[in-house]
């Protein structure tokens, strides 16, 4: 399973890329509205720290300009991955982009049929929000688990299933469970993944044991 970050703060995602954890990064105009910088500059600078899939995604609505936006994007950098919303014109672009050799994340995906077009429409990733569906009472996870069925019925597919809108470790080890691609995180929640009491526990009494020797290794 892929890890990406879902940020637009350069400095968290330096600190994790520091871990070799990250596979990718995930922005959307809220994040980078959040950052306050430069929505070029920001995606720039994510590129030149992390080599793997760096999602941008359009603003426009509209498939003509949707197709120029992503265009536009894509020229950035070669590790651009273009992100439209899973709409009729946004599948459009997704089509033609990824017949340029653009690669295309197609987010606000809720439900198998909505990933099943994408798929077929050559996205590389399909983006289906859980944490969204959990909000209103529906299981997210078992969206994941459709998605990645049908997905594994037939081989032709060649769409990564990209889990988003994730809120804890708990969503990661669902999705690894039922077989996703990648899972989008925000920092907290990959930072997260790393505490357990019983580590903390078993490190203090070995650091205790060891202070006992009166030794040091350097």
């Not at 590129?47 to 995604?57: N, T």
């Not at 950098?77 to 672009?93: E, M, Q």
């Amino acid at each position: 399973m892929k890890f990406f970050v879902d940020t637009a703060d350069v400095d968290a995602i330096r600190d994790l890329a520091d871990t070799g954890l990250v596979d990718g990064v995930t922005t959307n105009p809220s994040l980078i509205a959040k950052s306050g910088r430069d929505f070029v500059e920001v995606v720039k600078e994510i590129c030149d720290i992390v080599d793997g899939p760096i999602s941008a995604e359009v603003t426009a609505i509209e498939y003509d300009a949707m197709v120029a936006e992503g265009r536009k994007l894509a020229k950035i950098h070669d590790n651009i991955t273009v992100k439209v919303p899973l709409t009729r014109d946004g599948l459009k672009t997704c089509k033609t982009l990824s017949q340029e050799g653009t690669m295309v994340n197609v987010t606000l995906c809720f439900s198998a049929n909505q990933a099943l077009l994408a798929a077929k429409a050559g996205a590389t990733f399909i983006s289906p929000f859980i944490g969204r569906l959990d909000d209103i009472a529906t299981d997210g996870m078992q969206l994941i688990k459709d998605i990645v069925d049908i997905y594994d019925n037939y081989p032709n597919l060649m769409t990564e299933v990209l889990v988003a809108s994730v809120r804890s470790p708990m969503h990661v080890l669902q999705s690894a469970k039922f077989g996703a691609d990648v899972v989008t995180l925000p920092p907290d929640v990959l930072l997260a993944m790393f505490k357990h009491p019983l580590t903390d526990k078993g490190l203090d009494a070995f650091l205790a044991d060891w202070q006992k020797t009166g030794q040091s290794i350097l």
